[in-house]
């Protein structure tokens, strides 16, 4: 069993729904979500768009394989309607990243882990910090309590909803 650390976001629709039936069905299908943190509503990052995001990280207790849980989650992402056709950031209903695997490291055409550029988000690093702030990043060797103390990214993240109330 692996200790996997995936990102959430969502802005358009439902946007708590949309994170909550992700969570559901990353339960269902790809493990056991073990931990999560607080809902946060974010800015775009890359782009600009008319709603804010809402984002959550995850940590999720799996048997499967990086590509199975890859592709698992691009079969999730398909079934809550997402498109992948653009290859630039877009709005989108759903959007589920794999952060972290383990200590993993994979570099190769579709799969990249850990995420390249979480340590360049304030989304995700504020929800990843919060559940697992000693984590230590296997490329950078720093944990992400520190690589949030030193990201650039000036993008409001704020609490939406507190994981107690989750």
């Known amino acids: 069993m692996a200790i996997v650390y995936l990102s959430t976001g969502s802005n358009l629709g439902d946007r708590e729904a949309a994170l909550s039936q992700a969570l559901t069905a990353l339960n269902n299908q790809a493990g056991k979500v073990i931990r999560c943190s607080?809902?946060?509503?974010?800015?775009?990052?890359?782009?600009?768009?008319?709603?804010?995001?809402?984002?959550?990280?995850?940590?999720?207790?799996?048997?499967?394989?990086?590509?199975?849980?890859?592709?698992?989650?691009?079969?999730?992402?398909?079934?809550?309607?997402?498109?992948?056709?653009?290859?630039?950031?877009?709005?989108?209903?759903?959007?589920?990243d794999i952060l972290l695997y383990g200590r993993q490291i994979i570099s190769r055409e579709g799969l990249l882990?850990?995420?390249?550029?979480?340590?360049?988000?304030?989304?995700?690093?504020?929800?990843?910090?919060?559940?697992?702030?000693?984590?230590?990043?296997?490329?950078?060797?720093?944990?992400?309590?520190s690589l949030l103390e030193s990201v650039d990214d000036e993008c409001t993240v704020r609490v939406w909803k507190k994981a107690a109330e989750i």
């Open 38 to 96: 607080s809902i946060y509503e974010t800015e775009p990052w890359g782009f600009n768009a008319e709603l804010n995001f809402l984002n959550q990280v995850l940590i999720l207790r799996t048997s499967l394989t990086p590509d199975m849980l890859n592709a698992t989650i691009h079969g999730i992402e398909k079934e809550m309607g997402r498109s992948r056709n653009s290859p630039a950031y877009e709005s989108r209903i759903i959007d589920i």
């Open 113 to 145: 882990i850990p995420h390249p550029r979480l340590h360049q988000r304030k989304f995700v690093l504020v929800p990843l910090a919060e559940i697992s702030p000693g984590r230590i990043h296997p490329v950078l060797k720093r944990k992400i309590s």
